[in-house]
């Protein structure tokens, strides 16, 4: 079995022809970008999305399993201008 990895994710709620859509990325590979009707199933997306993005990049999980074992994964925190 695999040893897990945690993502900070991102989820924008749309609009599409009077439908709602959640648009969802994570911050550690914000390049991979998926959608679903719901939050959960934007999730489910992003979960298939990310595993078929390691298995073309497997370093990239290897890199992120490192962070996440130094403890130094990004700090998410918000400021107003």
Do not use: H
């Not at 009077?18 to 959608?35: A, D, E, F, R």
């Not at 934007?42 to 990310?50: G, H, Q, S, W």
């Not at 595993?51 to 994964?73: C, G, M, V």
Request: overall charge neutral.
């Amino acid at each position: 079995m695999r040893e897990k990895i945690q993502f900070d994710i991102v989820i924008y709620p749309e609009e599409k022809d009077k439908c709602k859509i959640y648009s969802i990325s994570s911050m550690q590979i914000p390049n991979v970008v998926t959608q679903g009707n719901t939050i959960e199933e934007a999730k489910l997306r992003l979960k298939e999305a990310l595993e078929l993005y390691f298995e073309s990049a497997p370093w990239e999980r290897e890199r992120l399993k490192k962070i996440d074992k130094e403890n130094q994964a990004p700090m998410i925190s918000r400021i107003f201008l």
